[in-house]
């Protein structure tokens, strides 16, 4: 009996280091932030004054009236997706849950907050625009309102790259069309997205190798500059429009 007791008290024991040591190493691995990530973000901001942008409640940086302005931030993941933005299966991609909001930095009106998912090596695009209806109803003036238009597709198959010609594009209030080569090697296939439906994209949205993606610019009813992107394998073609 004294050896059988003698011997549970030692598993006892070897239960009780390993169980620390598992503590240990997974607060050496919070403490070397495995648990965190980095995810791209674009701020758009198309209200009269500049805004300060904040992730969960941390201020992520400044954005200027009618500018876009790229963010990097480091967010505790989630969970993980294995489905690409395209709907293929892929190796798992680290996840963030976030709360947005703005706040301008004239009147100190503060937004609501906009919950979004944020997902590794995909940008996310924020929209700050002026909360007009508010600003009627409360008799002051209009407080910012967040949204997140879209995302795009931030990743290539191995030895695929893609460059779009051009620069950035800006229309006038009466809207028009425009294109953009794309730039790859052959075989090499890419896809196409609108983040704002006054951004349409006219013909093929897809295809491989070298080609070409036309675009048409709704007219601006709105009263406001506006800004949309389109997202073409990975690379960002940013379209102004004026009022």
């Known amino acids: 009996m004294p050896s059988s007791a003698a011997a549970v008290l030692q598993r006892l024991r070897l239960s009780t280091g390993l169980l620390a040591s598992g503590l240990a190493l997974a607060l050496s691995l919070a403490a070397c932030d495995l648990f ?10 198309r209200t009269a004054n500049t805004v300060s942008i904040f992730a969960n409640g941390k201020k992520i940086g400044e954005v200027g009236s009618n500018l876009t302005t ?11 997706t294995t489905i690409d933005t395209a709907g293929s299966p892929t190796a798992p991609i680290p996840v963030a849950q976030v709360t947005f909001a703005a706040q301008d930095m004239t009147t100190g009106a503060l937004s609501a907050g906009v919950a979004a998912a944020l997902v590794k090596d995909v940008t996310t695009y924020v929209d700050v625009t002026p909360c007009v209806l ?14 997140v238009s879209s995302v795009a ?18 229309f006038g209030a009466t809207g028009g069309t425009g294109n953009v080569s794309v730039n790859t090697s052959t075989g090499c296939a890419w896809s196409a997205t609108s983040s704002a ?4 994209i006219v013909g093929a949205a897809s295809g491989t190798g070298t080609g ?7 007219p601006n009813s709105t009263g406001q500059a506006r800004t949309a992107f389109l997202s073409i394998g990975g690379q960002t073609l940013t379209v102004n429009q004026t009022v």
């Open 212 to 218: 070409v993606v036309r675009y048409q610019v709704a």
């Open 153 to 170: 597709t931030g990743s290539q198959a191995p030895g695929c790259t893609v460059s779009l010609s051009g620069s950035d594009q800006s």
């Open 70 to 80: 790229p963010f990097t931030v480091e967010e505790s993941r989630t969970g993980e």
């Open 36 to 45: 965190h990530s980095d995810f791209d973000i674009a701020v758009g901001n």
């Open 134 to 147: 508010v600003g009627l109803i409360s008799g002051g003036s209009a407080p910012p309102c967040v949204s």
């Open 197 to 200: 439906s006054w951004l349409t």
